[in-house]
């Protein structure tokens, strides 16, 4: 199929997706018979810019990579924001990457909303509407006749979301645990060579894993995102934010790291889900200590680990990239791949 | 779709399948719109038994359980052999799941061609087709309309093939290195506990991990069929047994082993193929001591691992079983979804 695009949001991660679909173009169309066109571009720091030909993306990229505005763009129409983008373009698909209040899921949300309604397919990375209301939206998706994706609002690029729907397919999931977050990953792996805390929180800030106010990472927030996502989305229930016990990493101490290490085991921050006989759902976000045979302590780096309990297979773990701007906007690729399959 | 099936061998794998479809009948249904009715059943030991409008399958296990032949079902035609099945029933599938000759690949060989050539799906965990003739049986399968699913030659039920071709879709896959064999991983987690060689062996061999002739799994023959079969189909290449270098883990001893420990490392039989810039391969199957922050190190038991490496997530790691009655049975039901998916 030829997908028509509108890039709603142009950060890293839609300049990540943007160079994947240049570099790759011809492999797409000839491995998935995937053509597209990028037709709109709106950005609230760096302009907008519509064509509804087709707009060339490497005098784009060169554009916003010089820290250029848009407008330096020869042709088009300017000055569309994102919601005029999504409703009066000639775009039948909507890569949606704003930057995003993670509390209120705005603008993303209303974005989201205003695509499915206007039957355009929309793919994302935003977490936020997600979180809230991925049920509600994979309904308005299916009775628009469009296509919601969101593969990369949990480890990445890392296909875990397509590996419960499709590669697990015919098994019953009925729990998961993993490693979410990817900054708390890399703290705790410099502090198993001997780092304190301190300093492990520090460097994750100077390689840009960790935010100036780490708190979302290290007190598990950003990792009971994901398991909300997880559970709604892979374990088809309804949990709530306020349903998950969580605790951080701030609290263990070089002494405890070593205390394990005494044992044969690793510190890890798991985030966890299991359905109940009684169709309940336990969670948590939580430090653990793992056996070194468990698949998930060998897990280090910034890199994530997700373990889905099956009824069929048992214990099924991916391991793969949680973070990065290539990885990231890879994830988008996954979400219109699937599309395109689809139909 | 409402598949037609017939079962060419009804072994532990065969029988596995009947309990799976027998017991997920209603959401097999519900969730993917699958459907199917067993018209045969032949199997060289137990005897045959066909009716075109299906057999009740509940019947056909009680009578294989309590080792009586099927002639004792009470209708269908009896005594088709296996290639007789094949062409003349009214079934539109085939599951090939018949005891095979590794090194000719027979009968499955013939059973699986003479199926895709009278336009017949075939569904099969025998490696020694795979192995021989993977390129030439899918390109018979495209020409013939019809598909040849072997999920289950690699790590069992643990789909990796599946992985591979949809759930990493827009990666370039360069090369993989796994742990593809169980008895050899549970022989060397045995012997990391302490025990000897010869005593975890022998105790591989009491769980029917290994063979009473074990040389198939500790010379690493049968790593070395998956790595020619990974090439082949993953990596896209017409590789050869006698191209793959091969080491067992028969000299490892209880030394190497605490040596190993003591630098933290861990002994692993490692399968591994790498495209080289040439467009060459460079594969084998040899015992590597891994530091235990690969993912690969924490795969312990008779689990099986497997690492892609591809262009835009870098390694992406995938842990699960590599046999077993039920796991394996499964496999085929992966390949069945996914012909379904397909038409």
Redesign the interface.
């Known amino acids: 199929m030829h997908f028509k695009i509108a890039f709603i949001g142009f950060g890293t991660v839609g300049q990540g997706l943007s160079e994947?679909l240049l570099e790759?173009k011809e492999?797409?169309a000839e491995k998935?018979d995937f053509h597209c066109t990028i037709v709109a571009v709106s950005d609230i720091m760096k302009g907008s810019v519509y064509d509804e030909n087709g707009l060339d993306m490497v005098k784009i990229l060169e554009i916003v990579k010089k820290g250029e505005k848009l407008d330096e763009y020869p042709t088009g129409i300017k000055g569309m924001d994102g919601l005029t983008t999504i409703k009066e373009t000639n775009a039948d698909t909507i890569v949606e990457v704003t930057f995003t209040d993670v509390k209120t899921g705005e603008p993303a949300l209303t974005h989201i909303k205003t695509a499915l309604g206007a039957g355009k397919n929309v793919v994302s990375t935003n977490k936020g509407p997600v979180v809230k209301q991925a049920v509600e939206l994979l309904e308005m998706a299916a009775s628009n006749n469009v296509h919601y994706g969101f593969e990369g609002v949990v480890l990445a690029?890392?296909?875990v979301l397509?590996?419960a729907r499709?590669?697990?397919?015919?098994?019953?999931i009925k729990g998961f645990r993993g490693i979410l977050n990817g900054t708390t990953n890399y703290i705790l792996?410099r502090m198993e060579e001997g780092m304190s805390y301190d300093d492990a929180l520090k460097k994750a800030q100077e390689l840009g894993y960790a935010e100036a106010d780490p708190t979302g990472d290290v007190e598990g927030l950003d990792a009971l995102g994901k398991v909300v996502i997880l559970t709604n989305v892979v374990l088809g229930k309804n949990l709530d934010w306020k349903d998950v016990k969580r605790k951080g990493i701030t609290e263990i101490t070089k002494e405890d790291i070593e205390k394990a290490k005494s044992e044969g085991k690793r510190w890890k921050l798991i985030g966890s889900a299991e359905v109940q006989q009684d169709g309940s759902i336990k969670a948590k976000v939580w430090p653990e200590k793992l056996p070194?045979?468990?698949?998930?302590?060998?897990?280090?780096?910034a890199?994530n680990?997700l373990?889905f309990h099956t009824d069929?297979?048992?214990?099924?773990?991916?391991?793969?990239?949680g973070a990065g701007r290539?990885?990231t906007g890879?994830s988008l690729?996954?979400d219109l791949?699937e599309i395109n399959?689809k139909l």
Not at 312 to 321: A, C, D, K, N, R
């Open positions: 994947i790759k492999m797409l998935y690029g890392t296909p397509n590996l499709y590669t697990l397919a015919g098994n019953k792996t070194l045979s468990d698949p998930l302590a060998g897990v280090g780096e890199i680990a373990t069929e297979l048992g214990s099924v773990t991916i391991v793969g990239p290539r990885e890879f690729l996954i791949l399959r």
